[in-house]
């Protein structure tokens, strides 16, 4: 993937030694120890483009391990062929390619493999694989342990700074579920407003271990359409939860305002504690869920009630461009977060990146999330592409004189590094790269070629 623009081998080259923030990631342990060649092909997301290319038994079929790879590679032989031109497909191709030296998918190249599948549940492994990605500081979604956060025993994996995982707090349903989100703080909660200060409580004991933001995926389950309750609409369904164990609270419409009140409250806590509050919004991870509802414009009265909070809008909001361009230019409390995109979608994320540049000021952008679980080689092989998109967005401006090469450097710096670090606070020292000369070919040797740590591999 590059772009034809000229001076394109000179600004990936550039990009190739920023250093990268990751902006969202899920890596609460290192992992995974691959057991299955497949395992590697499909683990991921290219698993939720197999299943639309397949169906539910096919895709059971494959990952049945038990059944041999003479067994299955039929069936994994005609989803590939449905399948491998999609940018979650070519996370799989760089990674075969980098980490098994296989250019293409073959019952050979599978065979090959088997010998030598990586054990990633070794950190130095694990770190090595960040070094070669250029990876250099992470924010963590990995719903930890309360106890653990608040006594600081919780160990990160490496290059990671804690998330505050907000929707649980805010879906409550039931008394059950009220006592369960606090139950690190050891006491009975009986009322609305003690729920409200242990969950300020438990937030303020995150901030303490070194949180940097809040971090929100409730659009997997409901509509980012908050609403704005009075506590008394929230407290009539909080204390008919309480009056009874047994209850709980009807989706959607019984607890939406307990839910929308919480969510606000929220929003004021991260105010007061100067965290921003990144949002999930657009594509959902997995197939069969409902868009409509994750759409960021859903956020606008939050968005313009909270002004004093910062929100990250996640995932270039994909496929609501629009919107999203309109929330980024309009509101001074927004910021476009391409986490996950630029793999959902690269060709998107170029256009994006393009647009953002004309429409959005430059320094609201944060270009890069992983937005795995473990998975390491595939956060490497999503860096990779991350860096094609932004070094072809903005070659393709410099190549229509939009703006200079060194222009396009600076935004290139800002976009993959300067501003999510100033964002998140995370106080990384970086200096920008000193230009170098152009490579011939950016392909994926370049990577290779560019290695600053080599791993130990799994034999
Ligand atoms: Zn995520």
Not at 135 to 156: A, K, Y
Not at 190 to 195: A, C, K, N, P, R
Request: some cysteine; proline content about 5%; charged content about 25%.
């Amino acid at each position: 993937m590059r772009s034809t623009a000229k001076c394109y081998s000179e600004l990936r080259a550039y990009c190739e030694d920023i250093p990268l923030i990751d902006c969202h990631d899920h890596s609460g342990v290192c992992g995974p120890k691959y057991e299955d060649p497949i395992q590697v092909v499909l683990a991921g997301y290219f698993h939720s483009d197999a299943h639309s290319a397949s169906s539910d038994s096919d895709i059971a079929f494959l990952e049945d391990k038990i059944r041999s790879l003479d067994e299955r590679w039929p069936v994994l032989e005609r989803v590939w062929k449905r399948t491998c031109h999609t940018g979650y497909a070519q996370v799989s191709r760089r990674v075969l390619k980098e980490f098994y030296g296989e250019e293409t998918l073959t019952l050979d190249a599978l065979k090959r493999m088997e010998s030598n599948l990586l054990d990633l549940t070794d950190p130095q492994i694990f770190e090595g694989i960040l070094e070669r990605a250029g990876i250099v500081g992470r924010v963590l979604d990995i719903w930890p342990d309360t106890r653990q956060v608040l006594d600081h025993s919780l160990e990160l994996t490496p290059r990671g700074v804690l998330a505050i995982s907000l929707p649980q707090f805010h879906s409550v349903r039931s008394y059950t579920e009220v006592q369960q989100r606090v139950a690190a703080l050891n006491r009975t909660i009986t009322s609305l407003d003690e729920y409200l200060e242990a969950c300020r409580q438990i937030f303020e004991g995150h901030k303490a271990f070194g949180a940097v933001t809040f971090k929100d995926q409730s659009a997997y389950n409901r509509t980012l359409v908050y609403g704005n309750p009075t506590k008394a609409q929230a407290e009539e369904v909080f204390n008919w939860l309480m009056a009874d164990p047994r209850r709980s609270a009807s989706y959607p419409e019984g607890v939406k305002p307990l839910d929308d009140f919480l969510f606000n409250a929220f929003m004021r806590m991260a105010r007061d504690l100067d965290l921003p509050v990144q949002v999930h919004t657009g594509h959902m991870a997995g197939i069969r869920n409902d868009i409509v509802k994750t759409n960021a414009i859903g956020l606008t009265s939050v968005i313009e009630l909270h002004r004093d909070v910062r929100f990250d809008i996640f995932h270039a909001n994909w496929p609501y461009s629009g919107e999203l361009l309109f929330l980024g230019k309009n509101y001074p409390n927004v910021s476009l977060d391409f986490c996950w995109a630029n793999i959902i979608d690269p060709v998107y994320s170029q256009n994006l990146f393009k647009q953002a540049l004309s429409s959005v000021p430059h320094g609201k952008i944060h270009g890069y999330g992983s937005d795995y679980g473990g998975s390491v080689d595939r956060a490497w092989a999503h860096a990779s592409i991350a860096r094609d998109n932004i070094a072809i967005a903005l070659a393709d401006m410099v190549d229509m004189e939009y703006l200079d090469l060194d222009e396009a450097k600076d935004v290139a710096y800002s976009w993959l590094f300067s501003n999510a670090n100033e964002f998140f606070k995370l106080g990384l020292k970086h200096a920008a790269p000193q230009a170098r000369a152009p490579v011939v070919e950016p392909d994926v040797t370049l990577f290779s070629s560019s290695l600053k740590h080599e791993p130990e591999m799994a034999e």
